[in-house]
Structure formats: structure tokens, C-alpha cells
Nanobody
């Protein structure tokens, strides 16, 4: 059982930056691909970004390309989501998720992920 803990959310003005992190309890974190998803009130959970287990492959939603960067440090069992040029429409609860895999995958489908964090709130004001 892998436990994921997100931190680093918060409230910023439009144009600002945040860098949430996702720390895993499992020392074999390097065996997991990581995805970030978000859910705004009244909306379905949507894909934001994903990174392969080794960090060599990434995938982004069109809405965040060029503004967000996903990364990971397997020595720290932690993944990050650098969010720049934030917009009010980025406001949501952000969740990280882990997918056990030996493949270099960067899935954008929530059901492909095995473990989820509790979420961290990101609020962007105009």
C-alpha cells in the first residue's frame, strides 16, 4: 500500500506560481508512474500531467502546456508540479496519483492509477 501526501497548494493571484509536491511512503517509488489530476466544484476530475517512472517521458493536458511542468526526484520519493502563469480557471483540488508499472507510460486516465493522495487546494484569484 502506497500512501501519497500532497502539499504546496495555496491561494495566489492570476499570473502567479505554485509548486505542489507529492511525497510517497514507498521506497520503491521509482516503480511508479505519477499523474496529477484536478477537480473543480461541480466538475469531473480531469488530467493535468503525468511523468514516467524514470522521469524520461511526460504528458500534459492542452490547457496547461507551456505553463506547468511535472518532475520527480526518486531519491526523495517525491513528484512536483511547477505551475506558472496561473489562471482563475486553474482553481481546483489537485490530486497526485501513482501507477505501478514497468513500462514507460504517462496515462491520462484516472482508472489506470492505483493510489491517490488526499488532494491540495489551489485557488487563483483574478
Amino acid at each position: 500500500q502506497v500512501q501519497l501526501v500532497e502539499s504546496g497548494g495555496g491561494a495566489v493571484q492570476a499570473g502567479g506560481s505554485l509548486k505542489p509536491s507529492c511525497t510517497a511512503s514507498e521506497r520503491t517509488f521509482r516503480n511508479y508512474a505519477v499523474g496529477w489530476f484536478r477537480q473543480a466544484p461541480g466538475k469531473e476530475r480531469e488530467f493535468v500531467a503525468a511523468i514516467s517512472w524514470g522521469g524520461g517521458r511526460t504528458n500534459y493536458a492542452d490547457s496547461v502546456k507551456g505553463r506547468f511542468t511535472i518532475s520527480r526526484d526518486n531519491t526523495k520519493n517525491t513528484a512536483y508540479l511547477q505551475m506558472n502563469s496561473l489562471k482563475p480557471e486553474d482553481t481546483a483540488v489537485y490530486y497526485c496519483a501513482a501507477q505501478y508499472t514497468t513500462l514507460t507510460v504517462v496515462d491520462d486516465t484516472p482508472r489506470k492509477y492505483d493510489y491517490w493522495g488526499q488532494g491540495t487546494q489551489v485557488t487563483v484569484s483574478s
